[in-house]
Nanobody, 122 residues
């Protein structure tokens, strides 16, 4: 089995920073794309940032210049550095990974973490 566990959320004032981490563990052969999503109350879950195994990144326009996604392939971990936080960044942040669990198949499956709450006060 595979588990993704997020950490690093919390309550922060507007303009502050947080660093989210997501560690994948279990029967992992390799991890392809990893990403961070968020879901605010009453809204759909949206992609915030993604990163390929080779380090190519993608961001939603609303976070460009403020959020930075990175990963440590050796530790099966992805990070999200969040700077200049705004109240509209308040949401539950979820980690997502495309994970290959066997060397005998090229297929990968999608796994999600349980989420970490980020609350930004004005």
């Amino acid at each position: 089995q595979v588990q993704l566990v997020e950490s690093g959320g919390g309550l922060v004032q507007a303009g502050g920073s947080l660093r989210l981490s997501c560690a994948a563990s279990g029967s992992i052969f390799s991890i392809n794309d990893m990403g961070w999503y968020r879901q605010a109350p009453g809204k759909q879950r949206e992609l915030v940032a993604s990163i390929t195994r080779g380090g190519i990144t993608n961001y939603v326009d609303s976070v460009k210049g403020r959020f930075t996604i990175s990963r440590d392939n050796a530790k099966n971990t992805v990070f999200l550095q969040i700077n200049s936080l705004k109240p509209e960044d308040t949401a539950v942040y979820y980690c997502r990974g495309e994970i290959r669990t066997s060397r005998w198949t090229s297929a990968s499956s999608i796994y999600w973490g349980q989420g970490t709450q980020v609350t930004v006060s004005s």
